[in-house]
Structure formats: C-alpha cells, structure tokens
C-alpha cells in the first residue's frame, strides 16, 4: 500500500448515510467492498475495536467446499473462486493456497456420512475423492492412519491467511470513499421513518438501512432494533507453532474430534480442536491448558514427528452458533431495512467474499439469491431444519 | 571436556557451556538466517529470550542453542539456508529488497505470476525442518501446591524468597535458567559470588529452587485437581515435562528483557545485549572482542567497559544519546560502526569488532499481567512496568518485585525484594 | 577454533542497511512507519499489519520498541499512559507438544 491511501476515519461518524454496517470484520468489509464496487458508497462501516479484532482475526485461515448441504457447497464454490482472485482484485496477497482438504473417518456411521457428502458435493462438480487410509498417506506421509478407516480429499480446497483479506476490502473501500472507523462503538439504534438513527460513541449517524455483521456479538446489535437471534457464541480455541520449512499440504481434519491442522504460508502449523465447554451466552476468549492437552493427544497420535514441534502461541475466537448450523441473513419480520448476517457457526470468514457480493448484489437493486429466502430469521418459527453437519474445530 | 558435532566437526566444550557459547569459542559466528531477508543471524541475548540463536539440535528444529546444554555427541546444525547458513544464496532477498520487501502487495498485478511468486515464498519460507523423529515419551505430569511461589530466582526472587522463609513461609523459587542468580549472573560488579551468596540464603532460609523450570503461563480457567478453585501455573520443567502448581500466594520477580538499539544493520552478528557481553564475562570467563564497543550511558555500561577494559579489552564508549549511533558495518561479523557527533555534518567510523549495546531491559511482565496485574508504559523504566501498590501487591493474591516494576538494576531489585518477602509473609499472619 | 570454523567467521554475507525492529519477522523500521501512515497505530495494530511480535520470542525484544516508537512519533499524539501492550497469550516460552501429550487425561473440571 502507498503513501497518502485513504485511512480509517478517526474523527466522527458524518451525520447521515444510506448504508450503516455495523461490524468491521471480514464479512461487514466484504460487504461494503462489494458495494462500493457497484457504486454504492454513501457507506459507513462501524467497527468497536481494531481492524481483525474479532473472528476475522482470530480464526485458521481454512476455506473449503466440502460441505453437506447443497446451498453451502454452492455458495463456497463461488467463495473459492473470488479467493483466487483477491490479490489481483484488491492489490493485497492473501497467500490462498489451494492444497486440499483431507478429512479423516475414525467409525463405519462417519464413513457413511462422508459418502453421502462425497457424493453430493461430485454431482455439484466438486472433485473431492473418497480414499482408503493408505491413501491418506500419500498425500500426508507422516501421518499415522491407526484407526482411520477411509478419508475423503478436495484438492482445490485451500487455506489463506485471514488479516490481510481485512486491510484488501478495507483499502478498496475507503478508496472508493466508504468510511470506515475503528474504536466505534454503537450503543443503541432508534427506528423511524427515515431509517435508523445509530448511536455510536463516535457520534450519531441517520442509515436508511443497516446491516449487522458483528458476529457473535450480533445478538446485541440485533436486540436493539427489538430482534432477538437464536445465536449462541462457543468459545474455539486455537494454537500455532514455530515456523517449519514446508511439508504439509492439505488441511486435514478429523471429523470426530473436530480436529484440524494446516501449514500457513510462513510455515506454522495452525490447529485447533473441540473442547468440551461452559456456554453461558458470553464471548469468551481465554486460552485453556485443557485445550493444549486435548489438542496434543490427538494431534501428536496422529502425526507422531510432531511431538517436538514447539508450540508459540495460543489464543481463541467464537464460533456464532445457529440452531440449524445455517446463517442467519436477510431481514427480520417487522424490521425492513434492518438486515442480518451472522450465524456462521465458525465459517463466516470463508463464506465472506461469496456473501458480500451477494448482498451487494441485492441491496443494489439486483437479484435476491436464494439464500437470503433460505436463511431467513423466520424460519426457526416455521420449524425447518436442514442442518449442516460438517463443523469442525 | 564435552565434544559435540556441529556440521560434521567435533567441537570442544566446556562443560558448563550451552551450545552457542560452545559455538562462540569455537568461532562459529553464524548461528542461523533470518526468515524473511536471510541475514546473517548470531548471538543477542544468550538468555533465551530473542529468537536469535534457533539451530537444528538432535535433529529437532528451532531450538534455542543458548538454552540447550552440551552433552557429548549433541548433533548441532545450522537451518534455514542454502547451500550453507555462510554462504546462503536466499540472502539475495536481503540484497534484492535493501528497503525491504512489503509482501502484501508483492507481485499482485498478475494473478498467474502470483501464484508463481506464492509457490516459491512457500518453499524458502519456514525455519527449521519437520523433525526427524518422534521424541521419546515424557514423564507424567506433576501436580504442587505450595504456600508461597516466586517465579524468577535474579536479585529481587531470591531476595523475596530469603525474607520469606526466614518468616516461617514455604516457599518454591522457580527460574527458567539452568542456574539461578538472574541478572547478578550478568552483572561484572556482582557475578557468580554475588549470586551464589543469594542462593544460600534463600536456601538457608528454607527455600527450594526450582530450575530449568519456565512458567509458560498463569491458567484462570483450568482447575489443578477436581473440585480445587479454577487457576494455576503451567510450568515446563525441561527434560521433565509438564508441572501444574498453585500457591498461596504468587510473587512475580521475572526480570527483564535485554532490548536491541535501532540503527541500520542493528541486527549484524556482532552486536550483542550488553547483559550478553556480560553473561560470556562472569558465567564463562570469554572477553567478547578485543575492541568492543559498548553502546550506553547508564552505570551497567559504565560497569561492564571497566570490567572488559580491566580484562584486556581496548573498550570504546560511545554514550548513543548525544553521539548516534547510525549503522553497525562488516559482512557476516560486524567491524566497525557509524555514528553522527553532536554537531557534527559527516558519520564518523569506528572501527571494533563487537557492539555491545546497553539498552534498558524491558519489563517482563506478561505473567504478571495474565495473572490479573495491570502494566503502564515508562520508557524510563525500560518498558510496560509492572503496576504495584506500596507493599508490592499488583492483584489479589499477586505481587510482584523487582525490575519488573521498572528497571532498577540489582541492588534495588534486591532490596525490593526484601521488602516485597516481608510484606506477603506479614498477610499470613495477618489473616485471621 | 578449528581451521574450518576459522574459515567461516566473518568472511561472506553482505547486509543491505535495514534497521530491524523484530529480528524474529525481519521486520524493519520502514515497515512499523508504512503502518503508522496507514492509520494502524496502535501495539495491536501494527503487530497485525507488520508481523511484529508474531515469531517465536512473541514481542520480547520488539513490542517495547514499536510502543516507544508510537510515542515517539509526534501526530500519533501517543502519551505513554494511552499505549497498551497486546494480549499477553501463553505459552510465554515456546513449548513443545509432546509436554502436554503426557499430561492429557489428567485435566480436571473446575469447581462449579
């Protein structure tokens, strides 16, 4: 980035704007690039702390289209697909490297489950293979395949490196002159017949229309327009370690653990698994010994040479959990204008570039895609349910 | 003597040498290529806290060589570098990118040339290698409870710990080194008397020590046995695995962090913490260069060229405020410096064969910190300095002494210690 | 010394004038100036936007440096008082995994 680019605002939130979008993470700035790309930048995106504070920041970098439902395995396609040309787009390496995803089956039930999933994924051109665990090996060598009984590998999944997806859409919108503040927090919105009257401690600010893209903090954000969101946040916690030189390809992951482990790009081994945890509806982001322990004995019984690799850093993010697994979008009954967009359950960074557009495209005047119908915060009161099931971490 | 093999060469050791001393004497002075640019990397700290010395020892990757001790037949090689961590040809991107290279924005106009570039900065990325082999299974983890513990056994820990066990109290000092005395160890007007005699204080006070023992961290959620209160302290117990401790009462005197100066080439083999030049002085009995230059004001610099200039050293002064320091020369070692006069219009060079730089150590307050104590930022006291009330409490539980407060050097750390000792054996009987 | 370790001292390397801030990172002073221009600068921030403080000493020989350097700069209007250190996360040593293989099993629950 050059000298004299356009920065952050630091004084105060300009008095009206058509959009507001409340949350500065990956999936508030996506959104905003997408609509400044369209000619829409009478934009303000608010953000309580520093740019990648949150999720955007804290999670594995992975970005996959394995996935068990169809809406989720198209939507990633296309997520993939803007990946690659993020750099390009927006002048900001990424360092997406497209080595795969190897999930790994420990049970028959997981296997079946994983055929399933194999299968619908190849009927939507996905090219993810079933394989046996020797086969496993030929993609990771050191692995050692004990108990598992078959794994399932998408070569054109990949892992990038999150930060700078933030400071790319965030460049590319403020160049545009969308505004963008950090260390704004919104303390309350008022509804009325303009639109939304956004407190922020920056000042207030008139939005026609508002999007909440706060992640696990999305609940509050949404009680003040009088919404309640079924959303949960759980706590995940990470690791990464020292830099080795290059020897892993994919990310692989256990489905029964939710274990996983990718190398990055500067050459640590970033993992992560799922402990057991107190959910009592706060963010938590404190790091544990249990983790380090629960995550060690999985992760050294399955790559054994790993035992002296030194850990360096751990820390945690949330997972913004929905009843369904499904995201929360579009805008709640009785609020038009206000529109939802959380609920990942700890994918939002890699439905990010496919949803902004997505959004953009509608709020813009475009076509509605499908998944604002399908995610509609209604649906939980029409009880249907089509859960994903390939969650992990 | 020990003999280890470095490279294919059998290397003499002393006995109590840790691997990069026994790789200084050996005149080893590359120890390893940096990540990004390839410099030539060698000696900082030599107390395991800069990342500067990580060498391929026994076959695992990025271990601190100034941490490991020699043993015979200890395999040591260099990593992250080829054809060889002398002659590295990666170092071309040190020469390619002399302002230095902003990788977010490299080559991102042509998405196929950035797939390219992205493949080769993945391969020549990373330090060391996957290790050879898995490490042989480690003892069970041990589980203490003490009434009082000290983290970090320098000046004021030992101190604290003298006044607490001449109380009456239990106390377990814990220290990351292989031999206690913390800064003393690097101090010429201290040394191995001073240290020793602090140790067998605390010891005759009752006293146990723990060393080669790092606390990786203060835990608030992970309870140290069912039905026992959330909160205890990891520690690594080198060769010995993982111990879970709790206390009473938790006192923090973990020091602090030797600091680099900011020139061009700051980071030269050849210039070295000035508590580094000490530590090779008083532990090892090595006279770092025979024309030092020490980089520095304050009374430790003052203290540390006398020692070196009474040790036969030809010792340059150069206080780095009025006269500045602008870039340390040479090729793989340093040989020489520039530095700007007050006044003055041109750099002036001086030539040496060591830069010795004595910056105020910063605060090590990250344990401090995650157990509940707050920090400010005092540039005059080296860093972000512990806060503490008038008897050293920093959070319910917690004190805290010592240059972790603000850098005072060892006689006060010492002294604080003392008084921080009597004040948390005083709330034990104060207690009803 | 041997004569092959006599060879090698000094002899080759040549280094192209950077000051380094994080020896770990290799970043340099430009790259914390680059970040202050663009707007992150906070201890946070520009360990984000440079890598500072991300390698394996954690920021114990640069974080103290890019927070002075902070204050020092003068429309950062940085006071000491205003600049925090980032999260202080463990392991504050790097450890190795196999420590804590041994120990797993033996987590227990914390009082309710």
Redesign the interface.
């Known amino acids: 980035?050059k000298?004299g680019?356009a920065?952050?605002t630091?004084g105060p939130v300009k008095p009206r704007c058509e959009i507001a979008i409340v949350g500065g993470g990956v999936m508030g700035l996506s959104i905003a690039y997408q609509l400044a790309k369209r000619g829409l930048t009478d934009v303000v995106v608010l953000e309580s702390g520093?740019?990648?504070?949150g999720a955007s920041?804290r999670n594995g970098g992975g970005v996959r289209m394995q996935w068990s439902t169809e809406l989720n395995i198209a939507l990633m396609q296309e997520s993939i697909e803007l990946c690659?040309?993020f750099?390009?787009e927006?002048?900001?390496?990424v360092?997406?490297?497209q080595g795969g995803y190897l999930f790994l089956a420990r049970t028959e039930v997981e296997r079946e489950k994983m055929e399933r999933n194999v299968a619908l994924q190849n009927r939507h051109g996905v090219p993810t293979r079933m394989l046996d665990a020797a086969s496993a090996r030929d993609i990771v060598p050191?692995l050692d395949v004990t108990g598992i009984v078959c794994a399932c590998y998408n070569p054109k999944d990949g892992v990038l490196f999150p930060?700078?997806f933030l400071?790319g859409y965030a460049?590319q919108a403020l160049r545009r002159g969308v505004a963008v503040h950090l260390d704004t927090a919104v303390t309350a919105i008022e509804r009325g017949a303009d639109g939304f009257l956004v407190h922020t401690s920056k000042g207030p600010v008139v939005a026609q229309r508002v999007i909440a893209t706060a992640g696990a903090w999305s609940p509050a954000i949404a009680r003040m327009v009088g919404v309640t969101l079924p959303t949960v946040p759980h706590r995940h916690e990470i690791l990464s370690?020292?830099?080795?030189?290059?020897?892993l390809t994919p990310m692989v992951s256990v489905l029964s653990s939710g274990l996983y482990f990718s190398q990055s790009?500067?050459?640590e081994i970033v993992t992560g698994i799922t402990v057991e945890d107190q959910h009592d509806g706060r963010v938590k982001l404190?790091?544990?010994?249990?983790f380090?322990?629960?995550?060690?004995?999985e992760?050294?019984a399955l790559v054994?040479?790993?035992?002296?690799?030194?850990?360096?850093?751990?820390?945690a993010g949330p997972y913004d959990m929905s009843p369904d697994g499904r995201p929360i979008l579009g805008e709640p009954p009785g609020v038009p204008g206000f529109h939802l967009c959380s609920g990942f359950v700890g994918h939002g960074f890699m439905m990010a570039p496919v949803i902004g557009k997505l959004y953009a495209e509608w709020l813009t005047g475009g076509s509605r895609h499908e998944v604002f119908e399908h995610c509609r915060l209604a649906r939980f009161a029409e009880g249907r349910v089509e859960s994903e099931e390939m969650i992990i971490g | 003597m020990t003999v280890i093999r470095f490279e294919g060469d059998e290397l003499e050791a002393h006995p109590d040498d840790n691997v990069a001393v026994a790789l200084y004497r050996a005149g080893v002075r590359t120890l390893s290529r940096s990540i990004k640019y390839h410099r030539p990397r060698g000696i900082f700290c030599l107390a395991g806290h800069c990342g500067a010395c990580l060498m391929r020892i026994d076959g695992q990757p990025n271990v601190k060589a100034c941490r490991t001790p020699c043993r015979d037949g200890l395999v040591v090689e260099r990593q992250n570098a080829f054809p060889s961590a002398d002659l590295d040809a990666l170092a071309a991107a040190d020469f390619f990118f002399p302002r230095g290279m902003d990788h977010h924005t490299l080559m991102t106009g042509n998405r196929a040339l950035n797939v390219v570039m992205q493949k080769v900065v993945r391969q020549i990325g990373g330090l060391g290698r996957l290790p050879d082999q898995p490490v042989a299974t480690l003892p069970a983890p041990r589980r203490r409870h003490v009434e009082v513990v000290v983290v970090g056994a320098g000046p004021a820990g030992l101190a604290a710990a003298t006044a607490l066990g001449r109380a009456g109290r239990q106390v377990l000092l814990v220290d990351e080194q292989d031999r206690p005395g913390g800064s003393y160890l690097a101090d010429p007007r201290f040394g191995l008397a001073a240290a020793d005699r602090a140790v067998q204080c605390a010891r005759a006070a009752g006293a146990e020590i723990l060393r080669d023992a790092a606390v990786l961290a203060w835990y608030p959620e992970d309870a140290p046995a069912t039905g026992a209160p959330p909160g205890l302290l990891a520690v690594h117990v080198h060769g010995q695995g993982l111990l879970r401790l709790t206390a009473e009462r938790y006192l923090y005197a973990t020091g602090a962090y030797d600091q680099n100066a900011l020139f061009a080439d700051n980071d030269r083999p050849g210039v070295l913490a000035a508590r580094a030049v000490g530590r090779l002085l008083v532990q090892h009995g090595i006279v770092a260069g025979r024309r030092p230059v020490v980089l520095g004001a304050g009374p430790y610099a003052r203290a540390l060229a006398e020692a070196l200039q009474g040790a036969g050293a030809e010792v340059i002064r150069v206080d780095g405020v009025a006269t500045r320091i602008l870039a340390a020369r040479g090729r793989s070692w340093v040989n020489g410096i520039e530095v700007l006069d007050p006044g003055g219009a041109k750099p002036r060079r001086i030539s040496c064969d060591m830069v010795v730089v004595a910056a105020l150590p910063a605060p090590a307050s990250e344990l401090p910190r995650q157990h509940g104590a707050g920090v400010t930022l005092r540039p005059e006291a080296g860093g972000f300095a512990c806060i503490v009330g008038g008897t050293g409490e920093a959070a319910r539980g917690v004190w805290a002494c010592g240059d972790v407060t603000g850098f005072v050097g060892p006689a006060a750390a010492a002294w604080q210690g003392t008084a921080v000792g009597e004040a948390v054996a005083r709330t034990f009987v104060d207690q009803p | 010394m041997s004569d092959k370790a006599a060879a090698m001292s000094g002899k080759t390397a040549v280094m192209s004038g950077k000051t380094i801030i994080c020896r770990c990172e290799d970043v340099t002073l430009d790259d914390v100036h680059c970040s202050f221009e663009l707007g992150y600068a906070t201890v946070e921030e520009v360990k984000r936007y440079t890598g500072l403080g991300t390698g394996p000493c954690q920021g114990k020989e640069c974080m103290v440096l890019a927070a002075r350097l902070i204050v020092s700069v003068a429309h950062l209007g940085g006071a000491p008082a205003t600049v925090a250190p980032f999260t202080a996360r463990p392991p504050l040593e790097s450890a190795p995994l196999a420590i804590f293989v041994a120990a797993a099993g033996d987590d227990e629950d914390p009082a309710r």
């Open positions: 980035m000298k680019q920065c952050p630091t520093y740019l990648s504070q920041g690659g040309s750099a390009q927006t002048g900001v390496n360092w997406f490297r050191e930060w700078p400071w460049h370690t020292e830099p080795l030189k290059p020897w790009m500067r050459g404190g790091s544990r010994l249990k380090l322990t629960t995550l060690a004995r992760l050294v054994p040479r790993l035992g002296g690799v030194k850990i360096v850093r751990q820390w």
